[in-house]
């Protein structure tokens, strides 16, 4: 037996640097979230005021202006985009991981979603660019949500048809054994049990889709001002970050600073979320 | 004892045949379970017992390409002629399944009470007095009275086969499916269902499979033995046990192969 003082402590060594590389590695891989947050707080929380959530673009010259337009257009092309992503990303997750089974249209739909999630976000400006824009011969609102909505779709239902799949087969069995009718057990035992899993899905979704800035490039284009409806060019934070950020004034770059400090607040704020209510799988755990 | 009726037939299989895709997992077994006994379902892993068990709350067709012939009849009735209804036929039938499985995100009162809740039954003064009659049949309303409002998973082992019993007799049905009811239990907790169930059958007639020969022994009343998808033989439980009429049973339930 190889059991000597001298060994052991060679192992215990081994172990120590072996936890050490670890450590170091996610030291390495969280540093760049906290420089990001630092800089963006350093540069951008001076210009956070009331003009800025109350404002919006001043003409180059005047002093002032803010990001209100901005905040509306993101929070109407995320919320249209979810309004209509999420219920179909759902169904579509439904359907694969409940139907899927016994129905041959579940392996082009799920090749087709893989597909969806896979295109650069850009391919999807593109196209609806193509698809709706350059027919309706303007920029808008309405496109900039459709282009959103494409990126939101495939993941809700990837994940979440993922997450229904964990859910045992049996207790699918135990409540259809209770003479429960088959989408009564779908929504009430499964979607429920899985409902943390695929609640954190569909936040994560949102947290993606807010801070997308390419696909709007070519769909909603960017406006100085509110939209004025779903058929009008429209700003969004990300954007306007852009447009501030590339202009040669010293005046639109803190105001940059300071969107793109909301934006990542936002999404943290998202995240933060999902943690708290996600996180909670006691349910889940005990099968 | 024997009244017209105890010797009712409660459920009863004609030449029942289940297949899984083109194999053939039962052979046309005909089986008579009659009314407020046990009837206990014995032979090696893989006998179709379990699939048998399965056939008689129409839940072995809901494995895609799995599928029943033959009748079984429940009170006279074919729960397989055209345009019954399986979902029907479920709220005559309770079952048990082997492993405990209450649903996850339910409190204990939302278990018992799953069967009523998700078909629309909210009223609490209808709910509140079936899940405490379901909890004390089920022998677990002592353990829990003062808790139900925790999850159903936070309760160990036992407890959750029970409350998984007490779910399946919220429904009040008088046939009652237990698929290996005890096989995942610890000997107490065993011995808990064991004298539950007897108890149960003073009003439900139950079905019970079991790997366990002893349990079959102690509180059956009839027993049916299955080889390879047929039925080789049934009767009462003294009988199939001290003196069967086949050579495979007897050379079961002495332990020779299985």
């Not at chain 1, 770059?253 to 990542?264: E, F, K, P, S, T």
């Not at chain 2, 052979?27 to 379990?50: D, N, Y």
């Not at chain 2, 677990?140 to 407890?159: A, C, F, Y």
Request: glycine fraction near 8%.
């Amino acid at each position: 037996m190889k059991t000597s003082r001298a060994f052991d402590l060679w192992r215990k060594a081994k172990s120590r640097v072996a936890i050490s590389l670890l450590l170091l590695g996610c030291g390495l891989a969280v540093l760049p979230l906290f420089a990001i947050l630092l800089h963006l707080v350093r540069e951008g929380a001076s210009s956070i005021d009331w003009n800025f959530f109350t404002q919006v673009q001043k003409p180059v010259g005047e002093l002032g202006g803010g990001m209100a337009h901005a905040i509306v257009g993101t929070i109407a092309q995320v919320g249209l985009a979810s309004l209509v992503g999420i219920p179909l990303g759902l169904a579509c997750g439904i359907y694969l991981s409940e139907y899927g089974g016994r129905e041959r249209l579940a392996g082009p739909v799920r090749f087709a979603l893989e597909l969806l999630a896979s295109t650069p976000s850009i391919l999807v400006g593109v196209f609806i660019y193509g698809a709706i824009v350059v027919p309706m011969k303007k920029f808008s609102l309405f496109s900039g949500s459709l282009a959103l909505m494409l990126i939101l779709l495939p993941l809700v239902a990837r994940t979440s048809e993922e997450l229904l799949r964990l859910i045992p087969q049996h207790l699918r069995e135990a409540g259809l054994a209770l003479g429960l009718p088959r989408w009564k057990v779908i929504l009430s035992v499964v979607v429920r049990s899985a409902w943390p899993g695929v609640w954190a899905a569909i936040l994560l979704g949102i947290a993606r889709i807010a801070g997308e800035t390419a696909p709007l490039v070519l769909t909603s284009f960017g406006n100085p001002s509110f939209a004025r409806g779903l058929d009008q060019p429209s700003a969004s934070l990300p954007l306007q970050i852009y447009t501030y950020s590339i202009s040669p004034f010293e005046e639109w770059h803190r105001m940059a600073w300071a969107g793109a400090l909301v934006l990542v607040l936002t999404v943290l704020i998202l995240n933060a979320i999902t943690r708290l209510t996600g996180g909670s799988n006691e349910h889940r755990r005990a099968e | 004892m024997s009244t017209d009726a105890q010797n009712r037939v409660e459920i009863e299989t004609v030449g029942l045949r289940a297949y899984f895709g083109n194999v053939r997992a039962l052979h046309g077994v005909s089986l008579e379970m009659p009314r407020h006994q046990l009837t206990a379902l014995i032979g090696p892993s893989g006998c179709g017992k379990s699939t048998f068990i399965r056939c008689l709350n129409r839940l072995h067709e809901e494995i895609p390409g799995a599928r029943a012939e033959g009748r079984v009849l429940l009170e006279g009735q074919d729960i397989y002629r055209p345009g019954s209804d399986p979902v029907i036929i479920r709220r005559r039938i309770g079952m048990v399944f082997q492993r405990p499985n209450p649903f996850p995100a339910m409190s204990i009162y939302e278990n018992v009470a799953s069967g009523l809740l998700l078909a629309g039954v909210r009223s609490r003064s209808v709910l509140d007095p079936i899940v405490e009659r379901s909890l004390r049949q089920a022998a677990l309303w002592d353990e829990v009275k003062d808790q139900l409002r925790k999850p159903g998973t936070r309760l160990s082992g036992g407890q959750q086969q029970r409350l998984c019993i007490a779910r399946a007799l919220a429904i009040d049905p008088p046939v009652l499916l237990m698929d290996e009811p005890t096989s995942a239990l610890d000997p107490i907790s065993t011995a808990r269902i064991e004298e539950l169930l007897v108890e149960l059958k003073k009003a439900v007639t139950v079905v019970m499979v079991t790997h366990n020969m002893q349990q079959a022994a102690r509180i059956s009343d009839r027993t049916a033995f299955f080889l390879m998808g047929e039925m080789v033989e049934s009767g009462p439980t003294d009988v199939v046990f001290t003196n069967p009429r086949d050579q495979k049973t007897e050379q079961y339930i002495t332990g020779r192969f299985g």
